[in-house]
């Protein structure tokens, strides 16, 4: 066997209620990192997870630490917006990043930044992080992004979208309560939970998995699969959002080891240019992206299979599409406002991506334009 290790955050709270997990938590963080008894911290986070600050406030308070408030504009996370949480943090101790997916980016790459000498954008373009960030938390209110256990930042800067990590941005502690996911309206939940499927499957068939985050990333597709319906579906049903959270975590724990695909690979440029939801690129890309792989896969296009209780492992794709559709969601690149005529730039700002370094099957030029025609 291989040679293989993982990288982890290295406290992980998992379940309903959990979120009060931090009055013991803090007062352990501020012995660790010789924190003052009084602190200020900077909570990150979106619009929608403003109406459930309170009870991070209560929590920061009881543990006689000041809670600042920095909210990010709409949409996914920017260079300029994380400019603006590093003066934000001025003071502060310690981040919460406190939403989705790009609430937690952006704490993230805050906290991973605030410390370094030079401009952010320097390490947007490829200067090394080598300097530990703030002390940061994750704390998830969608189950999609599994971003509260990765230690990279996908941000957009000048039209360009792309990750920066480091092996110092892990957060010291994850926080994934549930209950924090009850209030998410229905597409959403239908969004973020099919980028979570497309990082549990990416994951899964990535040419640098190993048996750990196989484990991992094999659960995910079984959690994310009996739980994302009746997860958008009935909001409340609290059992249907452990499943779909757990999924989410569990993706991430594998994929922030073993890398993604093809899929992940053309997203980004996708996004940039349409302004559609990271998730529902990923979805549109998905089926296409697994049927080019399928024959590359072996015995995991048959475990897929199984899990997915159909009779042959092609129909893993039309399950995918069957999902799409009683979600409502486009299922075409040409239906999210992608213009066909930028198909070939796509394909070749996405060619060098890491993400195609992982994909199972090898890509060219060439493939790459065929899938976004299939795609289109």
């Known amino acids: 066997m291989n040679v293989f290790r993982h990288q982890s955050v290295p ?48 929590l920061c308070a009881q543990a006689k630490v000041k809670l600042e408030i920095f909210l990010l504009p709409p949409g996914e996370p920017t260079l300029t917006a994380v400019e603006a949480g590093i003066e934000a943090a001025l003071g502060s101790s310690l981040v ?17 930044l ?6 952010p954008e320097d390490y947007f373009y490829g200067q090394k992080v080598d300097k530990p960030a703030l002390p940061w938390i994750g704390i998830p209110t969608t189950a999609g992004s599994g971003a509260e256990v990765t230690n990279n930042a996908v941000l957009i800067h000048r039209g360009k979208k792309q990750s920066v990590r480091s092996p110092f941005w892990f957060a010291k502690a994850a926080v994934v309560d549930p ?14 939970g099919l980028d979570a499927l497309t990082h549990a499957m990416e994951a899964y068939t990535s040419r640098f998995a190993d048996p750990l985050s196989d484990l991992l990333s094999q659960r995910a597709v079984e959690s994310i699969r009996g739980s994302l319906s009746a997860a958008v579906e009935a909001g409340r049903n609290l059992q249907a959002r452990e499943g779909l959270l757990l999924g989410s975590l569990l993706a991430a724990m594998a994929f922030v080891n073993c890398r993604l695909g093809a899929v992940h690979g ?44 159909v009779p042959s492992p092609e129909l893993v794709a039309a399950e995918v599409w069957d999902l799409m559709a009683e979600f409502g969601l486009p299922a075409s690149l040409s239906a ?41």
């Open 336 to 376: 999210l406002g992608l213009k066909r005529e930028t198909l070939a730039a796509v394909a070749q700002e996405s060619l060098s991506s890491a993400s195609m370094a992982a994909n199972p099957k090898s890509v060219d030029l060439q493939s790459l334009e065929t899938l976004l025609e299939k795609a289109y």
């Open 11 to 58: 406290r992980i709270f998992f379940g309903s209620g959990c979120l009060l997990e931090l009055s013991a938590l803090l007062p352990q963080l501020k012995a660790e990192q010789g924190l003052p008894e009084c602190f200020t911290a900077l909570a990150v986070c979106g619009r929608h997870a403003q109406g459930q600050l309170e009870r991070l406030k209560d």
């Open 266 to 309: 053309l997203a980004h440029s996708i996004g940039v240019r349409c302004g559609a939801p990271h998730g529902l690129v990923c979805a549109v890309l998905l089926p296409h992206v697994y049927l080019y792989n399928l024959s590359a896969l072996g015995a995991k296009a048959r475990q897929l299979g199984r899990i997915w209780r």
């Open 96 to 112: 919460f990043g406190f939403g989705g997916g790009s609430a937690l980016d952006a704490a993230k790459a805050i906290a991973g």
């Open 114 to 119: 605030s410390r370094l000498p030079g401009k």
């Open 179 to 192: 209950e924090l996911t009850l209030s998410l309206p229905p597409r959403q939940t239908a969004l973020s």
